[in-house]
């Protein structure tokens, strides 16, 4: 079984964004951080409380991420989604009610033209989210 796996980059705030995820979305929560790793005695103390892993897992929802990056800077950009779809419009509209607590923008949940419940906010960690419900 191949399994396509969402994977965040924070900036130094992977634990923050990703407690608030699991305040939205339920499920379990682990971290990791640079402390538990076997680098950690080469390692400054102000870069050991950095997330090396977290996975947040909820039925069929895997979200991964970490405050660690290969690049000079990291760069939000906005070619990337998060689309968080059910055939259970409470769930969504919940979903969607949990997130909106810490957005940025936000397109509003309602029924577009073609039947489909959908909406969509970037929270505050630069990270954009689609709602869909079919039903």
């Given amino acids: ?3 396509l796996i969402t994977y965040l980059t924070f900036n130094g705030n992977c634990r923050e ?3 608030f995820y699991q305040s939205c979305l339920g499920g ?3 971290f990791q951080t640079l402390e538990e790793s076997p680098k950690a005695k080469n390692l400054p103390n102000n ?4 997330i090396l892993q977290a996975i947040l897992k909820k039925e069929n929802i895997v979200l991964m991420g ?5 690049e000079d800077r990291l760069l939000q950009g906005n070619t990337i989604a998060i689309l968080l779809k059910s055939n259970d419009e409470t769930k969504i509209r919940k979903y969607y ?3 909106s607590k810490k957005k940025t923008v936000s397109l509003p949940l309602k029924r577009n ?3 489909i419940l959908y909406g969509s906010i970037t929270d505050t960690y630069g990270i954009r989210w689609l709602f869909s419900c079919n039903n």
């Fill in 28 to 30: 379990e929560l682990y």
């Fill in 47 to 50: 870069y050991k409380k950095y």
């Fill in 97 to 99: 009610s949990s997130f």
């Fill in 66 to 70: 970490t405050d660690l990056f290969d």
């Fill in 1 to 3: 079984m191949s399994q």
């Fill in 113 to 115: 033209y073609w039947g």
């Fill in 17 to 19: 964004a990703m407690l």
